[in-house]
Nanobody, 118 residues
Framework: VYLVESGGGLVQPGGSLRLSCRAP???????????VGWYRQAPGKQRELVAL???????TYADSVKGRFTISRDNSRKTVYLQMNGLKPDDTGVYYC??????????WGQGTQVSVPG
């Protein structure tokens, strides 16, 4: 599955960003049942889960982002969003879109940089 991310950038602490990830070449019947979400990788650290949303819109968040980040999806647009509020320097990293189909095939986006200066 081809995933296209957008929305990263440089933001001051306390600011907000909204990431988007589209699957333009995926048919809706494949996208709608999939679990989609976001991981991130900070410099020198392993990639970690940020948030996931299932086909039933059940959400999972890393403890570090609960209450600040909100994940949502629009199946008609084949897009998942990550609204990030109250950004902190520790949120800095490359954010990767993730998709797992109903038969557990996984795909990753190319990554989008989020930078929050400390």
């Amino acid at each position: 599955v081809y995933l296209v991310e957008s929305g990263g950038g440089l933001v001051q602490p306390g600011g907000s960003l909204r990431l988007s990830c589209r699957a333009p070449r995926t048919i809706t019947s494949v996208y709608a049942p999939a679990t989609v979400g976001w991981y991130r990788q900070a410099p020198g650290k392993q990639r970690e889960l940020v948030a996931l949303i299932t086909s039933d819109r059940i959400t999972t968040y890393a403890d570090s982002v609960k209450g600040r980040f909100t994940i949502s999806r629009d199946n008609s647009r084949k897009t998942v969003y990550l609204q990030m509020n109250g950004l902190k320097p520790d949120d800095t990293g490359v954010y990767y879109c993730y998709l797992a189909t109903s038969n557990l095939a996984t795909s990753w986006g190319q990554g989008t940089q989020v930078s929050v200066p400390g």
